[in-house]
Every structure is written in C-alpha cells, then in structure tokens.
C-alpha cells in the first residue's frame, strides 16, 4: 500500500554533513510514524530517529545533537540531516512508516563514511 524510496546516500568523510530523504507514495503520509532505521555489516539494525505524524521527534542516543529528522506532509518527504559524521555512522539507511499494525519498508540508501 505504502511504497517508499530513500535517496541521497553516499560518501563522505568524518565530520561531513549527509542529507537523506524518503518519498512516499501510496497513502496517507501524513497518519503514519516516520522512522529511521540503519545496520551495518553484522551488526542489528537499530532505530536511529522517529517523527510521529503530530510531528514530535526522538533520536538514538548515538546521534542526538548530529541527527535531525523532519517531514514534509505536502511532497510526502521525510528527510534526515546529518551534520558531524562518525565512522560509526556508516551503514544502510532504512525509511520505516509505521501505522498501528501497518510497517513497510523502503530498500535503503547506503551511507559510507571513510576519509
């Protein structure tokens, strides 16, 4: 029902700024969660950053204060800026709606942080 698309993954070095965005399609963006999920290679894929559809934020410890998660209701976006990257940072960037017992996916952008 939900189909998702995360672009603007890539390369940078320690310290640089990425800025991902997920576009939605398909239905009703703005009563959906919006989440962030990342995993690296071998590693479990964890929450990095939530918006709830009234628009409130959270953020792993990890990246409070680097990460800030915001939507867009009318182009159906989600973005993720992220400023002051670690190389612990790398991993696949995952876009996540959430709706009671709803969940899709989108297939994930690559984010390589490597000096």
């Known amino acids: 029902q939900v189909r998702l698309v995360e672009s603007g993954g890539g390369l940078v070095q320690p310290g640089g700024s990425l800025k991902l965005s997920c576009a939605a399609s398909g239905g009703a963006f703005s009563t959906y969660a919006i989440n962030w999920f990342r995993q690296a290679p071998g590693k479990q894929r964890e929450l990095v950053a939530l918006?709830?559809?009234?628009?409130?934020?959270n953020y792993a410890d990890s990246v409070k204060g680097r990460f800030t998660i915001s939507r867009d209701n009318m182009k159906t976006i989600v973005y993720l800026q992220m400023n002051s990257l670690k190389p612990e940072d790398a991993a696949v960037y995952y876009c996540?709606?959430?709706?009671?017992?709803?969940?899709?996916w989108g297939q994930g952008t690559q984010v390589t942080v490597s000096s």
């Open positions: 918006i709830s559809s009234g628009g409130n934020t």
């Open positions: 996540n709606a959430a709706r009671q017992q709803e969940s899709y």
